[in-house]
């Protein structure tokens, strides 16, 4: 998984490379267009703002976010009746993925997380997930990949510049979103792709970073609340998967994640590639409300897989307590030299944490599956119970139990 940044903070996605970011201020400076979000008790002056400069998305009470010129953007922190707040912009250097060879045939039909998952090395096929959504926020999805194009069953854009969310889009040309998008519910293709952990899972490809990797949190904010909306109305159990995530809370995705935990959907996020120091799990995978992964690697330690050193670590003071507060690993799962679908319709390997975390969606797709009456709370106690069934013993901060490098330990099919 690689890091980028948002304005004063770290935002990660893809795999492991050095930061690499542009503000939102560097726009000022450069008299281009602005992202704020607008807030004000005052509904006449918020209505006359909205009025002005338009809206891109509309939080109603919580405000509104728009873009404005450097000169309109100095004239509304003049107004005393508006509170104004640059939002977050997203600035993804190149995916070093993209450097390996990818392959137009994978190398294995089930790769090595598919089959520690499963707990079976000699797994040809999986199954599972029938009935359930599973939302991958990110660069979007190769949506003609053999092993994929059956599940895709939404296919939106929130990245775009002119408009906040156009329907049926969400090309990727970065690469991350197809990749992370096969493991959670490849299908096999034709007969030579690979297999995902839940692939009769249905794919909600939500595009929020475009193909350079670039977005904004007002952007991913807005396409929680969809998910979490569509999932209400068309009355489906859905599952966000997000690799993605931040070093500093953004008020915006932390609402938005509230909104749609509140509304039943699980919520699966990154826990960083900060590793090993402690307490480096980002947002929003250090919220509550979502559930942290951590990356594990096909080497053993203490006769369990091991914790890989990128892996972002949680709070050493929680170790052993068996609750999630902010800023805990939940849960560990594959994340080194993960193999998966490509946005060229081949296939390529890549590592972080972005890689661990569709692991976890997929499982959970197909345990809800399996038992469609469970709420999300009851969904989220039975991946962590099969978490404290396979313990990870090996790895900087891994321990007996409850830990802050690998949680609650590796949840598996069986």
Known sequence: MKWFKLLGSSVLVGSLISPFYTSNAKAVENSEKIRVFITSTNETAKENAKRSYGTRWDLKNLGFSTEVTTAQYEALQKNKNLKVELVHKITLEKNEGTKLAATAVPSVRTPWGI??????????????????RVAVLDTGVNKTHPDLASNVEQCKDFSQAKSSLVNNSCVDKNGHGTHVSGTVLANGGSGQGIYGVA??????????????????????????????????????????????????????ISSAVTYAYNKGVLIVAAAGNDGPTPNTIGYPGALPEAVAVAALENVKANGTYRVADFSSRGNPNTDGDYVIGERDVEVSAPGRDVLSTWYNGGYNTISGTSMATPHISGLAAKIWSENSGYSVAQLRAAIQNRAKNNDILGGTGAATGDDYASGFGFPTVN
């Open 199 to 252: 692939p009769e899972a249905k794919l909600w490809s939500y595009k929020v970073l475009n193909n350079r990797g670039s977005g904004y949190s007002d952007d991913i904010a807005a396409a929680i609340r969809h998910v979490a909306d569509q999932s209400t109305s068309l009355g489906v159990k859905t599952i966000i998967s997000m690799s993605l995530g931040s070093s500093v809370k953004d008020s915006l």
């Open 115 to 132: 089959q520690a998952i499963y707990k079976n090395d000699g797994i040809t096929t999986t199954s599972g997930g029938s009935g359930i």
